[in-house]
């Protein structure tokens, strides 16, 4: 649903196939750390203010399509509730993107559908983010969003692949090995014209 990703084969064939990924330089136990860090200090932060709190696994929702054969899960990091008043947060210890802002409406959008709590009220959301929070007001779940949310169900669902667009840019943190993906880059083409003349 963001423009961060433009071959969407990639994100299709997740949603499609199980496969073994592609070892990448990402070190997962400095992000772990860093992430489980961040969810402490904001968990004791609202604790603190005096709201009922619920983390990761405890917020964990799965839902099945009723038009499309797909299944979505998910699990924001907190839930906090207090006074019928219900806050969706995630915590992100790596820069700031578009997808960010996505992953939490999502959530806002299909929390009211698996957690009775969260029914008949208005949700907001926040990213936590170790510089600051950035909040996220529901009146950005407006139909535009929705109906961005409903083609990308409609695209990711079908049986046809998606458009597939490899380059250096998308594949270099794609996780997907070269087996699944003939087409993969994984090298960046030679752009050395030495001689151009133009600047």
């Known amino acids: 649903m963001t423009d961060e990703i433009q071959c969407q084969w990639s994100v299709w064939f997740r949603t499609h196939y199980k496969y073994d990924r592609s070892q990448r330089d990402f070190d997962a136990a400095k992000w772990n750390a860093s992430h489980r860090a961040l969810l402490e200090e904001r968990l004791l932060q609202l604790q603190a203010e005096g709201w009922a709190v619920f983390v990761e696994g405890e917020n964990w929702f799965e839902i099945v399509g009723r038009q499309h054969v797909v299944k979505i899960a998910g699990k924001p990091d907190i839930l906090a509730i207090r006074d019928r008043q219900v806050w969706v947060e995630d915590c992100k210890t790596g820069r700031k993107k578009n997808s960010d802002l996505y992953q939490v409406l999502l959530y806002m959008l ?17 990213l936590v983010y170790p510089d600051g929070a950035i909040a996220i007001s529901s009146d950005q779940m407006n139909e535009a969003f929705k109906g961005q949310f409903r083609e990308a169900i409609a695209l990711l669902s079908n049986t046809t ?39």
């Open 110 to 126: 299909l929390l009211p559908l698996s957690h009775p709590q969260c029914r008949g009220v208005k949700l907001q959301g926040r």
């Open 161 to 199: 692949p998606a458009r597939k667009v490899p380059s250096d840019q998308e594949c270099q943190y794609c996780d997907i090995p070269a087996q699944c993906c003939p087409e993969r880059v994984e090298q960046p083409p030679n752009q050395s014209l030495d001689d151009h003349g133009l600047f």
